[in-house]
């Protein structure tokens, strides 16, 4: 069983689009987290939601909004994809907003082209 | 602002070698601390981590990493290297139990293992 699962895995898509990233994660974890890892592997927290509420939100532009409909599945739709959008985008969950014991899904690879 | 140092971006070190991965931290009090391994096209595993207590600790895959207070360091240790080790390699630290679960991660080791 797969605990925290991405879709799609590799996404291609055209500058100005619009592209949701799904994620779900199946270990009863009350807090979930979306991060972007750019070209050069660097990986930065973008949101996080805890039960879903929004409890992390970095400077990350208005084009991006995380959506959790419960707490077991976090979402991050794109509005009109830039080229510096793409990258590869982890979604991962923890117990509670105090662990830090993150695990991580396989990630989504967006390319905008 | 905290921050998370690895100053060796690529390390090479042949199968059955010995290996380190250094990592250097900038925090107030006392971090969290953690190492992740990334296969190439996986995700983050987590290989081992710090909270408090014994400074050695120890991972899964053979891993084992000690906390140097006074030299701010985390370093990631292995006696005998696997092929199978080859990865990118991140060192993260949290910034505290008053916080929320916000990970702060270095740039990365990549592990190269000749045969």
């Known amino acids: 069983d797969t605990a925290v699962s991405q879709t799609p895995k590799y996404l291609v898509t055209q500058m100005g689009n619009d592209k949701s990233i799904k994620c779900e994660q199946n270990?009863?974890?009350?807090?979930m987290y979306w991060y972007k890892q750019d070209s050069k592997k660097f990986l930065k927290i973008m949101f996080s939601y805890n039960n879903k509420e929004l409890i992390i939100n970095e400077t990350v532009p208005n084009r991006f909004s995380p959506k959790s409909p419960d707490k077991a599945h976090l979402n991050l739709h794109i509005n009109s994809l830039e080229l510096g959008d793409s990258a590869v985008y982890f979604c991962?969950?923890?117990?509670?907003?105090?662990?830090?014991?993150?695990?991580f899904g396989p990630g989504t690879r967006l390319t905008v082209t | 602002a905290q921050s998370v140092t690895q100053p060796d971006i690529h390390i090479t070190v042949s199968e059955g070698a010995s290996l380190e991965l250094r990592c250097n931290y900038s925090?107030?009090?006392?971090?969290?601390l953690f190492w992740y391994v990334q296969s190439p096209g996986q995700g983050l595993q987590l290989l081992l981590k710090y909270f408090s207590g014994d400074t050695l600790v120890q991972g899964i895959k053979g891993f084992e990493a000690e906390f140097k207070r006074s030299q701010s360091s985390f370093n990631l240790r292995k006696p005998s290297v696997h092929w199978s080790d080859a990865a990118e390699y991140f060192c993260?630290?949290?910034?505290?139990?008053?916080?929320?679960?916000?990970?702060?991660f270095g740039q990365g080791t990549t592990l190269q293992v000749k045969p």
């Open positions: 270990l009863g974890h009350d807090t």
């Open positions: 925090y107030g009090a006392t971090p969290y």
């Open positions: 993260a630290v949290g910034p505290g139990s008053s916080n929320t679960g916000k990970l702060i």
């Open positions: 991962a969950s923890s117990q509670s907003q105090f662990s830090y014991e993150q695990y």
